[in-house]
């Protein structure tokens, strides 16, 4: 993973980047805002979206960029390359050079994301 210090913004997460994770980055960022209107920021050194809490990530790594769910378990129905795992009901797709995902799925996912946020609360907060 990669040790550096946090970007100021999402502008500048990405424009930090280069070579596949610029370009899948900036994609996969396009169609999760489009998917849904996220509160869009640097949290825990990465892209994170927030809905009524977490909803959402997109990390850059060395030689993966991960999208990240905090209710995975509950999209895998939509996305069966969901992998689940984690606190709460984490999921990821994990994304390496030369693997796409659609637009239209993140963006779908992402509305998914959202709608689960607003009907069952932040996903973090203790019962």
Known sequence: ?????PA??????????????????AQLRAAVRAGAAFDEMIKWGHLVYFANGPAMLIRAEDERVLLGFW??????????????????????????????IASETVEHLA????????????????I
């Open 71 to 100: 209710r995975g378990r509950r999209l895998t129905d939509l996305e069966p390359r969901i992998e689940i795992g984690g606190k709460y009901e984490m999921g990821r797709i994990v994304l390496r050079e030369g693997h796409a």
């Open 1 to 5: 993973m990669r040790k550096q210090t």
């Open 8 to 25: 100021a913004n999402p502008d500048a997460y990405v424009a930090a980047l280069g070579g596949w994770e610029a370009h899948c980055v």
């Open 111 to 126: 509305a998914e994301a959202d709608r689960l946020n607003l009907e069952l609360g932040d996903p973090t907060a203790r």
